[in-house]
């Protein structure tokens, strides 16, 4: 089992950042790959980014990209998005996603509001 924790959501301005962070409990965190997702009023959720276990590799929505970076820091059993040049298009809940294999995403965490405003 693995219970995951966001924090770091909030308000900012157009073209500021915010760095969400996913703590994690569980002994074996190094062994999943950890993902971010985001949900928007009336939209479906989807894919931001994802980062494997051993941080070797990672995936980048393309409205993201380049403006988004995930990353791991496995002793601390936590997972990062730091989020830069926000557009209010980000506008979203974030959830943290853990799973044992790729796109297999099995442990959420509660959802952190993310609000860009113009």
């Known amino acids: 089992q693995v219970q995951l924790v966001e924090s770091g959501g909030g308000l900012v301005q157009a073209g500021g950042s915010l760095r969400l962070s996913c703590a994690a409990s569980?002994?074996?965190?190094?062994?999943?790959?950890m993902g971010w997702f985001r949900q928007a009023p009336g939209k479906e959720r989807g894919l931001v980014a994802a980062?494997?276990?051993?941080?070797?590799?990672?995936y980048y929505a393309d409205s993201v990209k380049g403006r988004f970076t995930i990353s791991r820091d496995n002793a601390k059993n936590t997972a990062y998005l730091q989020m830069n040049s926000l557009k209010p298009e980000d506008t979203a809940v974030y959830y943290c996603?853990?799973?044992?294999?790729?796109?297999?995403?099995?442990?959420w965490g509660q959802g952190t509001q993310v609000t860009v405003s113009s």
């Open positions: 569980g002994r074996t965190y190094g062994d999943y790959d």
């Open positions: 996603a853990a799973g044992p294999r790729w796109a297999h995403w099995d442990y």
């Open positions: 980062i494997r276990g051993s941080g070797g590799y990672t």
